[in-house]
């Protein structure tokens, strides 16, 4: 009985000790999520591409460029503050997310 007694005690010790030991592990890894999780939108942004604002000869305009760094599509008007072309971006986005495209019949 003795010796069952102490081989329960040492097999609980043991157990103790791995889970333990698995705790510290499991925190070490969740320490480390928010930067990888960081990084990750990191390079989605990246891959998306972007938005440019530029003074062309009458005014401003803008141009989505995309990951590859070639333009998708630009404004066909000169606007004539940055601000008031900042401002149709926003608009633009605002319309994008919240619709879908539709196909116009000739």
Known sequence: MAKFLRSLALM???GVTVAGTGLVAQ?????KKP???KKAADDKEEKLG???IFESK???RFRVVGADGKNICGAYKDYKTKEECAKVVEELKAILTKTKPVEVAK
């Not at 925190?27 to 320490?31: F, I, L, P, T």
């Open 12 to 14: 609980t010790a043991l």
């Open 27 to 31: 925190e070490k890894k969740d320490a």
């Open 35 to 37: 930067a990888d999780t």
């Open 50 to 52: 972007k938005v440019e």
């Open 58 to 60: 009458n005014g401003f």
